[in-house]
C-alpha cells in the first residue's frame, strides 16, 4: 500500500526534526516535545498535524520569533538546484513553514527573508499569505522585485503565493486590490523557461479569470503580441482552461 503523504510526519519524523535542532541547539527539550505529540499526532489529517508540530515547537522553544527564525535558519541545509524536489527532498522543512503561517505576520523583514530561503529548499507560498494580508502593498512590491530574482524557485514564489485560489489556502484577493503590481509581475514571468513558473502564472491567471474575467482578457491581450514566446503561448492556453470550458457548456 502507498504510503499516504500526511503519514510521513509521524513519530519518527519528528523525532528526527528534533535532532536537527539539536545539533544547533542542543537545549531542545526533544522528550516534552515529543511527549507534545505522541498522544495525537498520527491520528490527524495534514493540516492538523502541521499546525500540532508547529504549535509544540512554539511551546518547547523557549525563544521570540526572531530568535527561532534565526535557529531554523540554521537548519535548512542546501539549497535545491532544481525546480522541483520540495515534496521529495525538502518536505521534511513543512512544520517549518507552517510555523512562519502561524505565527509571523507581526514581522514583515524577517519572515519574507525567511520565506525567500525557505523556498530555495522547500516551498513558501503558504507561510507568504498571512504576510501578504497582514502587508499587502509592502508584499506587493517586494513580491514585484522577487519575480526578477536570479533565482527560479523564487520568481515562481512570486507568482505562486499570490494566487487568488492557492489549493490548500484560504482565498486571497491582494492581487484584484493591487491588480497592476499584480499585471506586472505576471509579465514579468510570463516568457520564463521553467515550466514550474509557467504553470504557477497560468494557474494565476485561471485563478483570476473565476473571478475577473475581464481583467483576465486584459492581460491575456497585452501579450498577445506578434513576437509572442512559445513559453507564453503555452501559459495562455494553460490559464484558459476555465475559459474554454465556460464557453464549451453554452
Excluded at 514583515?108 to 522547500?122: A, D, G, H, Y
Excluded at 509579465?187 to 473571478?211: G, P
Amino acid at each position: 500500500m502507498t504510503k499516504k503523504f500526511k503519514d510521513y510526519y509521524d513519530c519518527d519524523y519528528a523525532l528526527e526534526l528534533s535532532q536537527r535542532i539539536v545539533v544547533v541547539y542542543p537545549q531542545f527539550q526533544t522528550d516534552r516535545f515529543l511527549s507534545l505529540l505522541s498522544p495525537s499526532l498520527e491520528q490527524l489529517e495534514f493540516n492538523d498535524r502541521q499546525v500540532l508540530l508547529a504549535s509544540s515547537l512554539k511551546e518547547v522553544l523557549s525563544l521570540n520569533y526572531q530568535e527561532t527564525i534565526a535557529l531554523f535558519e540554521k537548519i535548512l541545509g542546501p539549497e535545491l538546484e532544481s525546480s522541483l524536489g520540495m515534496f521529495t527532498e525538502g518536505y521534511w522543512l513543512w512544520p517549518i513553514g507552517k510555523y512562519v503561517e502561524l505565527y509571523g505576520d507581526k514581522d514583515f523583514e524577517i519572515s519574507t527573508s525567511f520565506s525567500k530561503e525557505l523556498t530555495k529548499r522547500f516551498t513558501g507560498e503558504f507561510c507568504m499569505r498571512p504576510i501578504i494580508f497582514a502587508f499587502p502593498e509592502q508584499s506587493m512590491q517586494l513580491l514585484l522585485k522577487w519575480s526578477l530574482d536570479e533565482n527560479k524557485r523564487v520568481r515562481r514564489l512570486a507568482s505562486e503565493c499570490i494566487r487568488i485560489r492557492l489549493p490548500w489556502a484560504k482565498k486571497l484577493y491582494t492581487a484584484l486590490d493591487y491588480f497592476d503590481i499584480y499585471s506586472e509581475l505576471l509579465t514579468n514571468l510570463k516568457d520564463d523557461s521553467d515550466k514550474t513558473i509557467q504553470k504557477s502564472v497560468a494557474n494565476n491567471l485561471n485563478d483570476l479569470y473565476k473571478d475577473d474575467p475581464v481583467r483576465f482578457e486584459t492581460i491575456i491581450s497585452a501579450w498577445e503580441t506578434e513576437d509572442i514566446t512559445k513559453e507564453c503561448i503555452w501559459i495562455i492556453k494553460h490559464a484558459s482552461r476555465t475559459k474554454r470550458k465556460r464557453e464549451s457548456s453554452i
